[in-house]
């Protein structure tokens, strides 16, 4: 229930639960719609300040700790301060577009931008420059790297991509791709160097069909367009849906789990009547409390339950697992992890974390284990440090030596440990920032191949293998972003492991693990924690077979219990289940400990990746930086930091969308639907669309900027912007346009659901677009908001 002042301004939240009703209160200053305190359900309170202009100017939080903003002209954010009172500084061009960064360290990322409008050059950090040259359509035709290799785009009449060329430094070319469209504008056909990429459609613009070098993926949809059957893998799957939630997934043969759901559509249980059963709980305002695998009879099996706490800013500070034991965790203003308490069983210990202005991992010690008592901080013990370089990235930790390219990309990793020869790993990359060959101390060499969108198809061993036996090649399979599935194979050129992974629809979180065995299948089904990292690996009948659980800026760690497998019927032989996904959407690499993340690779023993992010700043002011906290921040593309949000599917569902149609209106959102969401998430419903508003804030694959504003007395006369209120909707998806390998830049909504690139919007551009341009300035609705 909702609750709103004389001014319509939510002023209460009432939410009903077993242990009673809790209220969420708002109040305001005087006339103005944004909250000057917000009081929470156990009486915490979060202050809010701003500027005549209505901009928000500080924040002070439920634990007291301080955020602080100044803005300049047209409102535009200048400096940002956190509680730790590390500084970031922005600056824009004249055009008031942004133009740079100073990070808290001094240094500066800038963009410059030539007499039309156009971004024509990037300096990071550490000074390295990328250029771009633009045709007299304004499309991009060149990007040239610091080390001078380049990308060369060639463009059809519609100014689509239609091939891309590869340049090393010394002008041999890398690698040339070509894409082709049917008359829908839609991509059917991407052909690189080591695979072919071909796409077919259904009347909805659906797919299909996606074939990798030869191997189709088949999508069929049910009559509500729902994806229903997906076949050309290891096992089949066969989705239903009611009430436009998933309630049954069929995997192959095996027996079809089936989901039950919270009237938010929260998964609250999954079983498949043979065995498997597992519980989530959720508190009220939507955070996860208790993972637990049931008997048949209902009751917890005490081999696993999982029990999450969390502070007054729902952070997580607590994990309490009947397996591990106990986990506790104190945050910085930053919401980074500065210690970790484990009591397992009797035995206690402890790790700090230190770490400089920019987030950056400085320091881990570790308290000595012992058998009860207290842990003091002065017996800590300094287990690693680390030494960065300007631009962020770590060239010294413990007794690793780091050493990069022209390009931020990492060429050598030297391990110097006293009493042993140094061992050395190189690293090889393409133009195109991939990574092709790993030459590691031992003399063996790997070389991996990716598609046109980036995406690893297979890794081989180069050279001699040390027995015929040895894994010397894995293929991997792909359905768009979602890894699923790998097929290894020994030197000789036989068969080896085949497995399939699994994913919750319409997401990273994996789900189960199929594993061929002869002429059948051997299904598991994944049990992941509060991020989507995979935990365990269980039965179709409840039976825990592989624990896994990755240390918190450190290595991980599994049990693995050997099983009898189906194709060994006719000896003794036992061999053990396990599973490489690490966090959300990682791969383990065995042969270098890395773990393969989509664009890049993460570094588990560096905490970094080892390539810049192909995004620039669009994924952070870390470009090399993993996330800022693990336990509740994910990458599973390898660009952009996001907590696992659900929020604006449960918005989209609470109006009655069924899932499909949830995820459809995310994914295919028009700028009012965005503008209402963005209403929602200030808590505003029920009212008059308010004539001044700002939002920010990113979901799905976006960034999104919302504002509105009274007249303008200066817009061209007979405008939209002159005629009465407006709204304007902005949005930039994160990611990398395989087209282009840049980032996708800003675009803005019309009324008829309609995006515009930024670059027709500008009255200095020569494609400037007036029209265009006057319908991205909406005529704020009249009515309610809904």
């Known amino acids: 229930m909702f609750r709103y002042d004389d001014l319509d301004r939510l002023t209460e939240r009432h939410i009903g639960h077993e242990a009673g009703v809790q209220v969420r209160r708002w109040e305001y200053d005087g006339v103005r719609e944004s909250p000057s305190k917000v009081v929470y359900e156990d009486g915490s309170e979060t202050r809010f300040g701003y500027d005549v202009e209505g901009n928000l100017t500080a924040v002070t939080d439920a634990l007291g700790q301080r955020y602080q903003f100044r803005y300049g002209a047209f409102d535009n954010l200048l400096e940002a301060t956190d509680p730790l009172g590390a500084t970031v500084c922005y600056h824009y061009n004249a055009e008031a577009e942004f133009a740079g960064v100073t990070n808290s360290q001094g240094r500066d990322w800038t963009y410059g931008f030539d007499p039309s409008g156009r971004l024509s050059e990037e300096r990071h950090y550490d000074g390295r420059m990328y250029r771009y040259q633009y045709d007299v359509a304004d499309r991009l035709v060149q990007r040239t790297a610091p080390d001078g290799s380049a990308l060369h785009y060639e463009h059809d009449a519609a100014g689509r991509i239609t091939r891309i060329t590869a340049q090393k430094a010394d002008g041999e070319t890398d690698g040339i791709t070509e894409l082709a469209y049917d008359v829908a504008g839609r991509l059917t056909k991407a052909a690189s160097p080591d695979a072919v990429v071909e796409y077919a459609y259904n009347r909805a613009g659906q797919v299909t069909s996606e074939t990798v070098n030869g191997e189709a993926v088949q999508s069929g949809y049910d009559a509500g367009g729902q994806r229903a059957v997906v076949e050309g893998i290891l096992a089949p799957l066969q989705l239903a849906w009611q009430s436009g939630r998933l309630s049954s997934l069929g995997i192959g043969s095996h027996q079809p789990l089936q989901f039950s759901h919270t009237a938010a559509g929260e998964e609250q249980r999954r079983t498949n009547g043979s065995g498997f059963a597992l519980?989530?709980?959720?508190?009220?305002?939507?955070?996860?409390?208790?993972?637990?695998?049931?008997?048949?009879?209902?009751?917890?099996?005490?081999?696993?339950?999982?029990?999450y706490q969390y502070d007054v800013l729902d952070r997580l500070t607590g994990i309490s697992d009947s397996h591990w034991g106990e986990q506790a965790f104190r945050l910085n203003g930053a919401g980074q992890v500065t210690a970790e308490r484990r009591d397992e069983g009797r035995r206690r210990q402890a790790r700090l974390f230190g770490y400089d202005s920019e987030q950056n991992l400085c320091e881990v010690s570790q308290i000595a284990p012992g058998l009860g008592g207290s842990l003091k901080v002065q017996d800590a013990v300094v287990q690693s440090s680390?030494?960065?370089?300007?631009?962020?990235?770590?060239?010294?930790?413990?007794?690793?030596?780091?050493?990069?390219?022209?390009?931020?990309?990492?060429a050598m990793k030297r391990e110097t440990r006293p009493g042993f020869r140094p061992k050395e790993t190189y690293f090889d990359w393409d133009v195109q920032d991939r990574l092709v060959r790993v030459s590691l101390p031992d003399g063996a060499r790997w070389r991996y191949r990716y598609d046109a969108f980036g995406r690893r198809v297979s890794k081989v061993r180069e050279g001699q293998a040390p027995s015929a036996l040895a894994v010397a090649r894995v293929a991997y399979r792909w359905d768009g972003d979602q890894l699923i599935g790998q097929q290894q194979y020994y030197a000789d050129g036989s068969a080896a492991r085949e497995v399939q992974w699994v994913y919750e629809p319409g997401s990273f979180r994996p789900l189960a693990q199929v594993e061929a065995q002869g002429d059948s299948t051997q299904l598991h089904y994944i049990v992941t924690d509060l991020t989507g990292t995979a935990r365990e690996l269980c039965s179709e009948e409840g039976e825990i077979r592989w624990r896994g659980e990755q240390g918190l800026w450190s290595t991980h760690r599994e049990e693995?219990?050997?099983?009898?497998?189906?194709?060994?019927?006719?000896d003794a032989a036992n061999e053990e289940v396990y599973c490489e996904l690490r966090y959300q959407g990682q791969l383990y690499d065995a042969e270098t400990g890395l773990y393969y993340n989509r664009h890049r690779y993460y570094d588990a023993e560096s905490g970094q990746y080892l390539s810049?992010?192909?995004?620039?700043?669009?994924?952070?002011?870390?470009?090399?930086?993993?996330?800022?906290?693990?336990l509740e921040w994910v990458d599973p593309l390898g660009l952009a930091a996001c907590p696992d949000l659900y929020d604006w599917y449960k918005y989209n569902r609470s109006k009655g969308m069924n899932a499909s149609e949830a995820h459809a209106a995310i994914k295919n959102v028009s700028p009012q639907e965005v503008f209402d969401y963005s209403l929602h998430r200030q808590g505003l419903s029920g009212q008059d669309y308010p004539v001044n508003f700002k939002e920010k804030f990113s979901a799905g694959n976006y960034k999104y900027e919302v504002r509105a504003h009274d007249i303008n007395p200066n817009a061209p006369l007979g405008s939209n912007s002159a005629n009465g209120p407006i709204f304007r909707v902005g949005r930039s998806q994160m990611g990398v346009n395989p087209s282009t390998n840049q980032g996708y830049g800003w675009e803005y909504g019309s009324p008829s659901g309609g995006w515009h690139h930024t670059s027709i919007l500008k009255p200095t551009s020569p494609n400037y677009n007036p029209a265009a341009a006057n319908d991205t300035h909406i005529p704020l609705p009249n009515g309610i908001i809904p």
Request: proline content about 8%.
């Open 560 to 570: 693995r219990r050997p099983i009898p497998l189906r194709r060994y019927l006719g």
């Open 386 to 410: 680390a030494r960065y370089d300007a631009a962020g990235r770590v060239v010294e930790r413990g007794h690793t030596q780091y050493r990069y390219d022209d390009c931020g990309r990492l």
């Open 612 to 630: 810049p992010d192909p995004i620039g700043l669009l994924g952070g002011r870390r470009p090399q930086g993993y996330v800022h906290n693990p």
């Open 279 to 307: 519980r989530h709980e959720w508190s009220p305002t939507g955070l996860l409390q208790r993972q637990a695998l049931e008997g048949a009879d209902g009751r917890v099996n005490d081999v696993l339950e999982r029990r």
